[in-house]
């Protein structure tokens, strides 16, 4: 490379499509295209016939076969994707006529221009056989249509044109004979959508339709090449929810009906699309001030004044497009064959036209397609199995970058063009690189080599290897970081798969390298030279995988030293034949593999991690370009997890699956990732790192979750180095947390017995420490509440009986569970009997006693912190059950104070003693007729008196629980519910003692009436009744004198 020639020419050598592209560069730049198809009709999707596929032409054997003399018109359509070089086959073609042609052929070429109609005008009348038609008022108008007019004003004009093309249709948009396209209803809907201020912006915009058909009717603002059809598309008319409210609030009737249909209708999308793209050919022509049949009119004058002349004529259009607006007719001119119009005296006429294969299929007339018999197809992979033709167009841009113009066009005017004087540079940057040999001589590939420009192009995507792309993303990108980064180069580093990893090795475990030198040292050694970690002289200078160490050092490169080999063989290239056959000599390595897609994702986001500081991870995010990435997050930490030997370590598998299982929660995450998560060890942005990742990646992508790929003995080799290199930090944070040790078994076992308390299973127990491992193994059901027990205690116990008191059971009953084999999920367990008592006799000893600044309340694991909450809640209630509890006992106790001399109560006999009495008062009241005797309730009666045992001892034990200061200990009596038997006793007596109360007032009254009257006869009639009073007397003083009055 000459660098100060390069600085000034590349873009305008690399750009094809501007303006002033000259001869020179062209002639210089071109490349013989070898792998052309011909065919007289294409197949419905715009493809080559099979057949036809068989035998391709080269672009001498094209125009052999088309530019040869001939007396018949002839029409032919050169077709391919858009960058596939048709304009470049077109120009070529114009360049040879114009030096092989007769004198009596007349060469019109329409170039490219700025790709606009108004381009393509300004070139036709600037055409001497135009400017002298006969015809002045057809040449004025073309003269007008070129006039140029403020864009915002001509845009306004596209615009409301299609309003006034819309307005005065009937919905057939010309069509006489044709169905409508549009309901009439619709029609007026749209016009009054169209005039609508809110929706007249969103077409208006940048890049909108309305944009696209200024574009490439007046100008290319950006005076390149521009393949967009002018037409509306789908998203044109697609109508959000925002917008479809702002036109609510401001359109008329008929414009928010037609919005309405609009929203998320596709198919009523697309019938409108397509009908507003009917009036797009009208609307040019109004704009332009052209009628239908002008081009067709010139083109059919300059045939006859050519006829008058005795010549012939032969038009090259690089690409029909740039006619937009009068295509159809301008097609119709060139394919109107002068057999069929004697009398109009045309000449013959031979018109080479360029086209996409997708405007063709889309815009070509149904019968314009049917008139078309010779078709050229240039394939958008030119220089697939052509390596030679491939390395040689990069070596002619290189070297015509390199040459001052007016070199170039000494060689076409002095040297015509010839290869044989063709100029080479020279060099002054990039000795070394390799070179091309071109007839007898050597062009510089700088900032290329053989097996960069063989690599960069088998990286391009299928559909980018043609010339335009490879000048676009890959000559252009180069050659600018050359000229301007050489200290970073290459800036730009493709992702790829290294087959042999012993050189990225040897460069990765370099501790004198920083990782940045290291990404750059390795993608230039595999991708510039040969990535082999080999090194060998020639010319006495010193060579390192292919690469002379002249140019380590002109990039500033540290020198990697490699396996002293010899001097290999030059490797030979793939040349295509002038048939379109290819050779294909010996190889000394397996040809490259394509790469994964994701692997290459992954990677490259990879590398911008490693090398940009302030570039974040995409995690978390499920689009394409993370997808891979996430994956290897994931699958990272599913290896830790299921490859670590937990139980060896000393941690349980319920303490694993705590971590394992909580969100946001990781062994391993990124630096710098987008997503937050909390995780044990960070990757730092490094290569090591990468080559961690990268393992992943291919284990998911290319082992379809397996080790079984390429290359992969090294990659586990690494995983498995690395993973025990971390696995004391993994293993120590899996159970500590700020350098605490993580206890949420302790508080799930407590909370575990304080059910138990609840539920009634400690009754036999005076206090915790009494308790025993074995406890917590019993079935232990949850108890109903149908019992003494206060609402608060109740409640308690429900909440303890729900969830949280089974997930405190399940992991008290699960943690020290030893799964049996290799597999976490495993249903065979064995149980760790002795550690699960030592560890639940550490909880024992606390006596259940927890201050909150025991509790774990700040664990970073919700699935452990949870157990240390849960016990808090259900600590924070046991003063509240206790003191309701002891509350409800005081009561009852104070009610038998009232009764019953309590320091009386030896044994049960005297619990005894008094329900008899209570029982023959109510039976003598029944004998008295004293109306208290229908609360006389014997089954009552006699269940306490059964119970009088159990009554004794709840009376004692209420008595003792009033005295306990400590709530877990009190808890524990309080389990015994001494509320459920004292509470029938304690109600017994309140009742007898209000019916002594009655009976007693009842008695005296009614002995006081014994006297009532006179007479024996009286006397007698009462003496039963006074006697049965007597003796109801004699009971209840009995009872007050012996229990109520103590």
């Not at 029982?919 to 119970?947: E, L, M, P, R």
């Not at 009462?1022 to 007050?1040: A, G, P, R, S």
């Amino acid at each position: 490379m000459n660098k100060e020639v390069a600085r000034k020419r590349y873009m305008d050598v690399i750009r094809p499509d501007v303006m002033h592209n000259s001869q020179g560069d062209f002639l210089a730049t071109h490349v013989p295209m070898k792998k052309l198809y011909i065919t007289e009709h294409l197949t419905d999707h715009a493809e080559v016939p099979e057949q036809d596929k068989k035998y391709p032409k080269t672009e001498e054997e094209v125009y052999d076969q088309f530019m040869t003399e001939r007396e018949e018109d002839q029409f032919v359509l050169v077709i391919g994707d858009s960058g596939a070089g048709k304009s470049h086959l077109i120009r070529w073609i114009n360049t040879v006529l114009e030096i092989r042609k007769s004198d009596n052929e007349i060469v019109l070429p329409i170039r490219r221009a700025d790709n606009t109609l108004k381009g393509t005008i300004k070139q036709l009348i600037e055409l001497p056989e135009v400017k002298n038609l006969p015809n002045k008022e057809l040449y004025k108008k073309l003269v007008s249509a070129t006039t140029t007019v403020p864009e915002n004003e001509l845009k306004e004009t596209i615009y409301y044109q299609f309003i006034i093309q819309i307005t005065n249709d009937d919905g057939k948009a010309g069509d006489e004979n044709g169905e409508r396209k549009i309901s009439n209803v619709n029609r007026k809907h749209l016009i009054a959508l169209l005039q609508n201020s809110l929706f007249k912006e969103k077409l208006m915009e940048d890049d909108g339709p309305i944009d696209r058909i200024y574009t490439r009717f007046a100008e290319n603002k950006l005076n390149e090449i521009n393949d967009s059809i002018p037409e509306f598309h789908q998203e044109d008319f697609q109508i959000d929810t925002e917008l479809y409210y702002q036109i609510l609030a401001s359109a008329d009737e008929k414009a928010r009906k037609i919005a309405k249909n609009m929203i998320d209708d596709v198919p009523f999308i697309n019938s409108i699309k397509a009908y507003v793209n009917l009036f797009v050919e009208k609307v040019i022509q109004r704009c332009a001030g052209l009628e239908p049949g002008d081009l067709a009119n010139v083109i059919e004058e300059i045939r006859q004044e050519l006829f008058k002349q005795g010549k012939t004529l032969t038009i090259l259009i690089e690409d029909i497009t740039a006619a937009s607006g009068v295509d159809d007719s301008l097609l119709d001119a060139l394919l109107t064959d002068k057999i069929e119009y004697p009398d109009k005296n045309m000449c013959r006429i031979n018109a080479i036209v360029g086209s996409t294969d997708g405007y063709y299929r889309e815009k070509f007339k149904t019968n314009t397609k049917g008139r078309i018999h010779n078709f050229v197809y240039v394939p958008d992979d030119l220089f697939s199995g052509d390596q030679n033709g491939l390395i040689e167009f990069f070596a002619k841009y290189l070297n015509t970058i390199s040459l001052e113009a007016d070199v170039i066009q000494k060689w076409v005017e002095v040297g015509k063009a010839s290869m044989d004087s063709y100029p080479v540079h020279t060099v002054t940057n990039g000795k070394g690189w390799g070179e091309h040999k071109l007839e007898g001589k050597s062009i510089n590939l700088f900032p290329f080599t053989k097996n960069a420009i063989l690599f960069l192009y088998e990286k391009q995507d299928i559909a980018k290897r043609n010339p335009r792309a490879l000048m676009r993303e890959i000559i252009e990108p180069y050659v600018k970081d050359a000229l301007d980064h050489l200290g970073e180069f290459p800036v730009k580093r493709p992702s790829f798969h290294v087959a042999n990893p012993e050189l990225q090795n040897a460069i990765y475990n370099n501790n004198s390298l920083n990782d940045a030198t290291k990404i750059r040292l390795s993608h230039f050694m595999y991708i510039w030279g040969n990535g082999k970690l080999q090194t060998y002289e020639k010319n006495g200078i010193k060579h390192i995988a292919g690469i002379p160490s002249d140019v380590y050092e002109e990039l500033g490169l540290p020198i990697i030293d490699g396996n002293e080999v010899s001097v290999p063989d030059e490797p030979g290239v793939e040349t295509d034949t002038s048939g379109g056959g290819t050779t294909h000599p010996p190889k000394e390595d397996e040809p490259l593999e394509k790469e994964n897609e994701q692997v290459l994702i992954a990677l490259a986001e990879v590398d911008r991690w490693i090398e940009h500081k302030d570039y974040k991870l995409s995690i978390g995010a499920t689009t394409k370009n993370v997808r891979a990435l996430n994956d290897a997050r994931k699958n990272i930490n599913d290896y830790l997890y299921n490859t670590i030997d937990w139980l060896s370590e000393g941690i349980a598998i319920d303490a694993m699956l705590k971590i394992r299982d909580t969100g946001n929660k990781y062994l391993v995450a990124f630096e710098r990732q987008t997503m937050k998560s909390d995780a044990v060890v960070t990757l730092p942005a490094s290569i090591e790192s990468r080559k961690i990742i990268e393992a992943f990646v291919r284990w998911s992508e290319v082992g379809k979750k397996s080790w079984n790929f390429k290359g992969s003995t090294d990659y586990l080799y690494r995983v498995q180095k690395w993973s025990n290199s971390i696995k004391p930090l993994i293993v120590n944070a899996i159970m500590h947390y700020d350098d605490t040790q993580a206890d949420y078994f302790t508080y799930a076992t407590a909370a575990e017995f304080l059910r138990l308390i609840l539920n009634g299973y400690c009754k036999n127990y005076q206090n915790p420490q009494n308790f025993t491992p074995d406890m917590l193994l019993h079935k232990n059901p949850s108890v109903q509440t149908n019992n003494g027990h206060t609402k608060t205690w109740n409640d308690l116990m429900k909440m303890m009986n729900g969830a949280d008191g089974k997930d405190a059971r399940n992991c008290v009953l699960q943690y020290y569970n030893l799964p049996q084999g290799t597999a976490l999920t495993s249903t065979n367990y064995e149980f760790d009997h002795i550690a699960f008592n030592k560890a639940v006799r550490k909880t024992i000893k606390t006596g259940l006693r927890f201050e909150e600044s025991d509790l774990q309340l700040n664990d970073p694991v919700k699935k452990r912190r949870i157990f240390s909450e849960y016990l808090k809640k259900v600590l924070d209630r046991v003063d509240i059950v206790v003191g309701d509890e002891k509350a409800a006992l005081s009561l009852q106790i104070e009610v038998l104070k009232k009764y019953i001399d309590l320091e009386e109560l030896e044994d049960s006999s005297d619990i005894e003693d008094i329900i008899k009495q209570v029982g023959s008062f109510y039976q003598q009241a029944q004998k008295s007729h004293v109306s208290i005797a229908v609360h006389y309730d014997s089954t009552w009666i006699n269940n306490c008196k059964k119970n009088s045992t159990s009554i004794l001892s709840s009376i004692k034990n209420a008595m003792q629980i009033a005295e306990i200061e400590d709530s877990i200990e009190a808890l524990i009596r309080l389990s015994r519910d001494p509320m459920q038997t004292l509470k029938p006793f304690v109600d017994l007596l309140k009742l007898a003692a209000n019916d002594m109360e009655k009976a007693n007032s009842e008695v005296e009254t009614r002995m006081k009436n014994k006297g009532v009257g006179s007479g024996e006869a009286h006397e007698t009639k009462y003496f039963d009744e006074t006697k049965m009073l007597d003796e109801c007397q004699l009971v209840i003083e009995e009872v007050k004198k012996n229990h109520v009055i103590g």
